[in-house]
Protein backbone atom coordinates (compact mmCIF):
# COMPACT_ATOMS: atom_id res chain seq x y z
CA UNK A 1 0.00 0.00 0.00
CA UNK A 2 1.08 3.50 -0.58
CA UNK A 3 1.52 6.00 1.74
CA UNK A 4 -1.26 7.93 0.72
CA UNK A 5 -4.81 7.82 3.01
CA UNK A 6 -7.95 9.12 3.60
CA UNK A 7 -9.91 8.90 7.51
CA UNK A 8 -12.98 9.24 8.13
CA UNK A 9 -14.40 12.84 9.25
CA UNK A 10 -17.74 13.68 9.99
CA UNK A 11 -20.25 11.55 9.08
CA UNK A 12 -20.18 7.76 10.27
CA UNK A 13 -21.46 6.00 7.23
CA UNK A 14 -18.35 7.29 5.76
CA UNK A 15 -15.41 4.87 5.05
CA UNK A 16 -12.62 4.93 7.93
CA UNK A 17 -9.66 4.50 4.94
CA UNK A 18 -8.73 5.44 1.54
CA UNK A 19 -5.76 4.09 0.40
CA UNK A 20 -3.90 3.79 -2.95
CA UNK A 21 -3.29 0.03 -3.60
CA UNK A 22 0.23 -1.13 -4.83
CA UNK A 23 -1.14 -1.48 -8.66
CA UNK A 24 -2.63 2.00 -8.23
CA UNK A 25 -6.07 1.60 -7.32
CA UNK A 26 -7.92 2.91 -4.76
CA UNK A 27 -8.45 0.71 -1.77
CA UNK A 28 -11.28 1.41 1.02
CA UNK A 29 -11.47 0.05 4.31
CA UNK A 30 -14.37 0.11 7.02
CA UNK A 31 -15.19 -1.58 10.25
CA UNK A 32 -18.99 -1.49 8.95
CA UNK A 33 -19.82 -4.14 6.15
CA UNK A 34 -22.61 -1.31 5.54
CA UNK A 35 -20.15 0.97 4.22
CA UNK A 36 -18.09 -1.38 2.16
CA UNK A 37 -21.52 -2.64 0.50
CA UNK A 38 -22.48 0.89 -0.16
CA UNK A 39 -18.75 1.91 -1.50
CA UNK A 40 -18.49 -1.55 -3.86
CA UNK A 41 -22.37 -0.56 -5.29
CA UNK A 42 -21.03 3.03 -5.59
CA UNK A 43 -17.55 2.57 -7.50
CA UNK A 44 -17.61 -1.09 -8.11
CA UNK A 45 -14.88 -3.40 -7.12
CA UNK A 46 -14.14 -6.57 -4.87
CA UNK A 47 -15.68 -6.80 -1.15
CA UNK A 48 -13.34 -9.06 1.13
CA UNK A 49 -14.49 -9.25 4.24
CA UNK A 50 -11.17 -9.08 6.32
CA UNK A 51 -7.93 -7.00 6.04
CA UNK A 52 -5.33 -9.14 6.54
CA UNK A 53 -3.22 -6.52 7.74
CA UNK A 54 -5.14 -6.09 10.83
CA UNK A 55 -6.49 -7.78 14.28
CA UNK A 56 -9.85 -6.39 14.08
CA UNK A 57 -12.50 -6.96 12.21
CA UNK A 58 -12.77 -4.61 9.10
CA UNK A 59 -13.89 -4.83 5.31
CA UNK A 60 -11.74 -4.14 2.51
CA UNK A 61 -13.12 -2.80 -1.20
CA UNK A 62 -10.59 -3.18 -4.01
CA UNK A 63 -12.48 -1.01 -6.46
CA UNK A 64 -9.78 -1.26 -8.84
CA UNK A 65 -10.51 2.47 -9.97
CA UNK A 66 -8.06 4.94 -10.85
CA UNK A 67 -9.80 8.02 -11.02
CA UNK A 68 -12.23 9.38 -8.49
CA UNK A 69 -14.61 12.43 -9.09
CA UNK A 70 -14.83 14.62 -6.04
CA UNK A 71 -16.60 17.91 -4.52
CA UNK A 72 -15.13 19.99 -2.36
CA UNK A 73 -17.17 22.55 -0.56
CA UNK A 74 -15.70 25.89 0.12
CA UNK A 75 -11.51 27.11 0.67
CA UNK A 76 -11.91 25.13 4.32
CA UNK A 77 -11.96 22.00 2.53
CA UNK A 78 -7.90 22.50 1.41
CA UNK A 79 -5.42 22.75 3.50
CA UNK A 80 -1.88 23.39 2.28
CA UNK A 81 1.20 23.94 4.47
CA UNK A 82 5.17 23.73 4.25
CA UNK A 83 6.47 22.02 7.17
CA UNK A 84 10.05 22.28 8.39
CA UNK A 85 10.05 18.49 10.83
CA UNK A 86 12.83 18.89 13.07
CA UNK A 87 14.81 15.52 14.42
CA UNK A 88 12.07 14.58 16.73
CA UNK A 89 9.44 15.51 14.40
CA UNK A 90 8.32 18.70 15.84
CA UNK A 91 7.24 21.15 12.72
CA UNK A 92 7.56 24.49 12.25
CA UNK A 93 5.52 25.77 9.57
CA UNK A 94 7.24 27.76 6.77
CA UNK A 95 3.86 28.66 4.63
CA UNK A 96 -0.04 28.12 5.12
CA UNK A 97 -2.42 29.51 2.36
CA UNK A 98 -5.26 29.87 5.22
CA UNK A 99 -3.17 32.34 6.77
CA UNK A 100 -1.76 34.39 3.31
CA UNK A 101 -4.94 33.77 1.54
CA UNK A 102 -3.33 33.24 -1.64
CA UNK A 103 -3.12 30.58 -4.58
CA UNK A 104 -1.39 27.41 -3.45
CA UNK A 105 1.63 27.49 -5.77
CA UNK A 106 2.40 30.81 -5.02
CA UNK A 107 2.15 30.63 -1.20
CA UNK A 108 6.01 28.99 -0.60
CA UNK A 109 7.32 31.90 -2.71
CA UNK A 110 5.13 34.84 -1.05
CA UNK A 111 5.02 33.78 2.71
CA UNK A 112 7.55 31.26 2.97
CA UNK A 113 11.28 31.62 2.51
CA UNK A 114 11.59 33.58 -0.98
CA UNK A 115 11.68 30.26 -3.32
CA UNK A 116 9.19 28.70 -5.65
CA UNK A 117 8.43 24.48 -5.02
CA UNK A 118 11.10 23.62 -7.25
CA UNK A 119 13.64 25.07 -4.47
CA UNK A 120 11.76 24.05 -1.69
CA UNK A 121 11.81 20.37 -3.23
CA UNK A 122 15.69 20.47 -3.43
CA UNK A 123 16.30 21.98 -0.25
CA UNK A 124 13.79 19.27 1.38
CA UNK A 125 15.88 16.48 -0.70
CA UNK A 126 18.74 17.79 0.91
CA UNK A 127 17.36 17.30 4.51
CA UNK A 128 17.54 21.28 4.58
CA UNK A 129 13.64 22.13 3.77
CA UNK A 130 9.96 22.38 4.23
CA UNK A 131 7.79 19.33 2.58
CA UNK A 132 4.13 20.02 2.11
CA UNK A 133 1.17 18.62 3.92
CA UNK A 134 -2.02 18.86 2.22
CA UNK A 135 -5.38 17.85 3.57
CA UNK A 136 -8.18 18.17 0.90
CA UNK A 137 -11.87 17.13 2.56
CA UNK A 138 -14.74 16.10 0.20
CA UNK A 139 -17.65 14.11 -0.50
CA UNK A 140 -17.67 11.28 -3.44
CA UNK A 141 -19.89 12.97 -6.70
CA UNK A 142 -21.78 9.82 -7.22
CA UNK A 143 -22.53 8.85 -3.70
CA UNK A 144 -22.03 12.29 -1.37
CA UNK A 145 -24.52 10.12 1.11
CA UNK A 146 -21.10 8.49 2.29
CA UNK A 147 -19.90 11.15 3.89
CA UNK A 148 -16.80 13.76 3.93
CA UNK A 149 -13.65 12.16 3.04
CA UNK A 150 -10.33 13.70 4.18
CA UNK A 151 -7.05 12.62 2.05
CA UNK A 152 -3.84 13.45 3.33
CA UNK A 153 -1.01 13.32 1.41
CA UNK A 154 2.65 14.75 0.90
CA UNK A 155 3.03 14.94 -3.11
CA UNK A 156 4.96 17.68 -4.75
CA UNK A 157 2.91 16.90 -7.94
CA UNK A 158 -0.11 17.26 -6.14
CA UNK A 159 1.23 20.54 -4.03
CA UNK A 160 2.15 22.13 -7.76
CA UNK A 161 -1.56 21.46 -9.20
CA UNK A 162 -3.50 23.33 -6.23
CA UNK A 163 -3.52 27.02 -7.46
CA UNK A 164 -6.54 26.55 -9.84
CA UNK A 165 -8.43 25.29 -7.25
CA UNK A 166 -7.93 27.90 -5.17
CA UNK A 167 -8.27 30.68 -7.28
CA UNK A 168 -11.71 29.52 -8.18
CA UNK A 169 -12.94 29.43 -4.26
CA UNK A 170 -11.01 32.69 -3.98
CA UNK A 171 -13.69 33.78 -7.55
CA UNK A 172 -16.46 33.03 -5.08
CA UNK A 173 -17.39 29.59 -6.23
CA UNK A 174 -19.01 27.69 -3.13
CA UNK A 175 -18.35 24.07 -4.32
CA UNK A 176 -16.42 22.64 -7.21
CA UNK A 177 -16.12 19.35 -8.41
CA UNK A 178 -12.78 17.78 -9.60
CA UNK A 179 -11.25 14.34 -10.56
CA UNK A 180 -8.68 12.82 -8.06
CA UNK A 181 -6.82 10.73 -9.74
CA UNK A 182 -4.07 8.28 -9.53
CA UNK A 183 -1.14 8.34 -11.86
CA UNK A 184 1.57 6.08 -12.92
CA UNK A 185 5.51 7.26 -13.28
CA UNK A 186 8.71 5.94 -13.13
CA UNK A 187 12.02 6.51 -13.12
CA UNK A 188 15.53 4.05 -13.92
CA UNK A 189 18.15 3.96 -11.06
CA UNK A 190 21.29 4.50 -11.76
CA UNK A 191 21.71 0.33 -11.31
CA UNK A 192 18.91 0.20 -14.07
CA UNK A 193 16.53 -0.93 -12.39
CA UNK A 194 12.82 0.38 -13.32
CA UNK A 195 11.00 1.55 -10.33
CA UNK A 196 6.92 2.76 -11.02
CA UNK A 197 5.26 4.75 -8.32
CA UNK A 198 1.71 6.01 -8.44
CA UNK A 199 1.46 9.89 -7.37
CA UNK A 200 -2.21 11.64 -6.43
CA UNK A 201 -3.62 14.15 -9.10
CA UNK A 202 -6.10 16.95 -8.46
CA UNK A 203 -8.00 17.94 -11.67
CA UNK A 204 -10.87 20.63 -12.03
CA UNK A 205 -13.79 18.98 -13.62
Not at 4 to 28: D, N, T
Not at 146 to 172: C, D, I, K, Q, Y
Request: proline share 4%.
Amino acid sequence: MATYRCVKSGLPVAAEQISVMAEGGWCFITGSRESAVAVASALGGRLDEADPRGSSPASMVRTGAHSLSITMHGAESISFRMVHRGVRGSGKVRADHRNCHRPAALEVKQCGRGTGLAEQRSAARSGHGAKPEIKIAFRLTEAPSLGVFEFATSSWTLAGMLEPVLRAFSGGRASLRCELRIESRGFETSDGVQVTYHEPVLVLG
